[in-house]
Structures are given as structure tokens and as C-alpha cells.
């Protein structure tokens, strides 16, 4: 994979991408949003890949934001179209069936900060900001921020992060859920790929199947997601990783997991 606005590493079943536009704090244009898309659709079929970690490039940066230059100069259509690709992203991210961590090392803004919240897990560093700004700017988010937030953190606190416009620090976000954990900035991408790995080495079509149940579950009536969920959990009774995790733990072993 070659991109000019990323970088994309491997470590055994755990992959790190860095937005790489650390003179902008990483801000996404065109550009950058496509290449997330062909990265993460890679990383999607790539059956090495068992977990993602996503970072932005330098240490004040996670990503700050859409990058307001295009943003400055769009038109209606354009605009509606910039969100819809947008947001197209950041589903794929949420729907790529491996768990993404978001390793947020610095500002993580409007943009930034929806695509955080489009990862499964969020670790920010003790310096990291996160809101969603956009209110500042006369616009509103557009990659699904105001459903993500309110779903996240609650409509109250979404709706107050939303309308002020604040930027809200690493432990404030820790408080009202947003971030799952806060760590000193120098261990944050040792933290962020140590959890990557744990999850790494669990049965990858039950985490697949988890990911599943909780995120499309979680938009459908109660009664029809018990039903998805009982589906899943009848569908993982067929693999070979149901049949050796619960041989391993009856011979008190440790379970060898080979997602099939
Ligand atoms: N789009 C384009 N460029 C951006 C950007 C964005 N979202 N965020 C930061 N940059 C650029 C700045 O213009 C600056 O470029 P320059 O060196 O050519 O002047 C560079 O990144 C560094 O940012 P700067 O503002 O000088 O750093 P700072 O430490 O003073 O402030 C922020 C950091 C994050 C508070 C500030 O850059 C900011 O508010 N960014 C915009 C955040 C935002 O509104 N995002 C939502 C967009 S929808």
C-alpha cells in the first residue's frame, strides 16, 4: 500500500495507521479521506490483520478537524457530497469487523473526533483535546458526529459539546465516557498496541460477531437485536475457535485460536 498522506505498519496481527500531515496537526482533505478508505478496505480483507490501531503523525495532532481550506471554499452539493464521503469512511471504519483503537496523541477535533468515535476503543494521552468545534465555524459536523456523540456520551453532554464549541481535555472526556482510558503520552502507543494485540489474540469471528451484535444491534428494536444476537451466537457454535475455546479451558490450557 503506497499513500502519500499515510503510514501504514504491521506487527504481527496488529496494523498502525498514522495520518501523516503533522504541519496541519493531520487535518483530513480529499485526499487524505480516500486514502484512509482504500487503507481500511485493505486491512478489512486481509485476514492477518486482527486489529487496528489509528494515530495521527507528531505529538500535537491526532487529527484537528476536516481540513478547513477545502471546507472554506465548498459549495451546497459539494458540501453535502464532502459528508456523505465522509461519513462513508468512517462507516467502513465501524463496520470493518476488527477492532480499531483510536490512539488519540494530541488534538482530536471535529473531524478528529468523529473518527475517533467511529473507532471501536479510545485511548487518549494525558495532553490529548477532543470536541467538536465546528459550532465555531458557523457550520455543523457532517461525518455523523451529532449521532455518534449523543450515542456515546448522551444527548445532554453531546448537545453541550456540540453548541459551545469546547474543547474538552483527556480526563473531562475519560469522565463522560468518550474515551475508554487516559494514559501518559510517552506510553500511549505501547498501551494502544498492547490492548491492539490482546484483542488480536481473541477468536476473530466471535469479535467480528460481537462487533456486530452491539453496533447494528444497537440500532434495531430490542426484540429484532435479541434475534440478530441469537443468530450470531447459533452462527459461532459452527467454528473451529468455539470447538477449541471450549476444549482448552476444559483442559486448562490456554486456547490457540485460528479464525475458522
Ligand atoms: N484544517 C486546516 N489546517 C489546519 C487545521 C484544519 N482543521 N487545524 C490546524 N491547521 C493548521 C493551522 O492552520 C496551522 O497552519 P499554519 O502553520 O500554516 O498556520 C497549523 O495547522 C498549526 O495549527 P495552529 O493553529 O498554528 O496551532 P495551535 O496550537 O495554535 O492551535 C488548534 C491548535 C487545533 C487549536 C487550532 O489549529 C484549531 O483550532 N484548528 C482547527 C480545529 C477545527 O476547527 N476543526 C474542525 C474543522 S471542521
Known sequence: MAFENLLVERDGG???????????????????????????LELKHDDSVRAVVLTGAGDKGFIAGADINELAVQTPTGGREHALRGQHVLDLIEHMGKPVIAAINGYALGGGCEMAMACTLRIAAETAKL??????????????????????????RALELL????????????RIGLVNRVVPAAALMS??????????????????????????????????????????????????DMREGTKAFLEKRKADFKGR
Open 14 to 40: 496488529v496494523a498502525v495507521i498514522t495520518v501523516n500531515r503533522p504541519k496541519v496537526l493531520n487535518a483530513l482533505n480529499t485526499q487524505t479521506l480516500d486514502e484512509l478508505r482504500r487503507a481500511i
Open 131 to 156: 470536541g467538536q468545534p465546528e459550532i465555531n465555524l458557523g457550520i455543523i459536523p457532517g461525518y455523523a458526529g451529532t449521532q455518534r456523540l449523543a450515542r456515546i456520551v448522551g444527548k445532554g
Open 163 to 174: 453548541l459551545t464549541g469546547d474543547q474538552i481535555p483527556a480526563q473531562e472526556a475519560h
Open 191 to 240: 498501551e494502544a498496541k498492547k490492548l491492539a494485540a490482546t484483542l488480536a489474540s481473541k477468536a476473530p469471528v466471535a469479535v467480528h460477531y460481537i462487533l456486530d451484535a452491539v453496533q447494528k444491534g444497537m440500532e434495531m428494536p430490542f426484540p429484532e437485536a435479541e434475534v440478530f444476537e441469537a443468530t450470531l451466537f447459533g452462527l459461532v457454535s459452527s467454528t473451529e
